[in-house]
């Protein structure tokens, strides 16, 4: 099951720098789109979403935009801080709000 | 901040087994899920819980999976008789209600040998 899709597993930025972070998906019936952060030995915690009828929402140092006839969508973080180093997760909905379908993640390391 | 919390944060057993995750969800919450991560792998939905009933589940949520929510506070995901493949991260998640993100706990590292 590929309906979401993050192809690079890792990205490696300097701090202070830009993170672009990016995800594709091949269902149209999703209708939201969600970042999870995770650090190791904890759970995904939730970072930022967007709705399939807006192009970008941000939130402090998080924007994400999507754009719906390419079905992709990134996650722009910037300025990169080293608390960022974590794996991220793309992750959409179709009508169950709970149930997500999640990307495979994508190892951020901030490096000074 | 409220937190989900899972116990125990690993559980070793052997195949054939029968264990019991365990979950305490936020206390306003309404909506419970289990999701597992097998090592090297995406994070997969197993269930959804709503209203002391199952609202939904996934090809992988068989027979010997089983989901209760006993009390007020606990909810927990029980595997009858475990198999080497049930080896995974098991997370919980609660949420208050549509449109809001999914709150996951730390996770329970299930090992079964």
């Known amino acids: 099951d590929q309906q979401v899709k993050q192809n690079s597993p890792s990205l490696s930025v300097q701090e202070g720098r830009i993170s672009i972070l990016n995800c594709d998906y091949t269902n149209s019936m999703f209708d939201y789109f969600l970042w999870y952060k995770k650090y190791p030995a904890e759970g995904p915690t939730f970072l930022i979403s967007i709705s399939s009828i807006k192009d970008k929402n941000e939130d402090g140092r998080f924007t994400v935009f999507l754009n719906k006839s390419a079905k992709h969508l990134s996650l722009h973080i910037v300025p990169s801080q080293p608390g960022d180093s974590a794996v991220y997760f793309c992750?959409?909905?179709?009508?169950?709000?709970?149930?997500?379908?999640f990307g495979a993640g994508t190892q951020v390391v901030v490096t000074p | 901040e409220p937190e989900v919390t899972q116990t125990p944060s690993h559980q070793v057993t052997q195949m054939g087994q029968e264990v019991i995750l365990r979950c305490v969800p936020i206390s306003n919450h309404l909506y419970f899920y289990w999701y597992r991560q097998i090592l090297g792998q995406k994070v997969e939905f197993l269930v959804s819980?709503?209203?002391?009933?199952?609202?939904?589940k996934s090809e992988i949520f068989d027979d010997q999976f089983s989901v209760e929510r006993p009390d007020g506070s606990n909810f927990t995901l029980k595997i009858r008789s475990t198999k080497l493949e049930d080896s995974a991260m098991y997370f919980c998640a609660s949420t208050g209600g549509n449109n809001s993100p999914l709150h996951f706990g730390n996770g329970t590292r299930l090992t079964v040998t």
């Open positions: 992750a959409g909905k179709t009508d169950s709000w709970g149930k997500l379908q």
């Open positions: 819980f709503y209203n002391n009933e199952i609202s939904e």
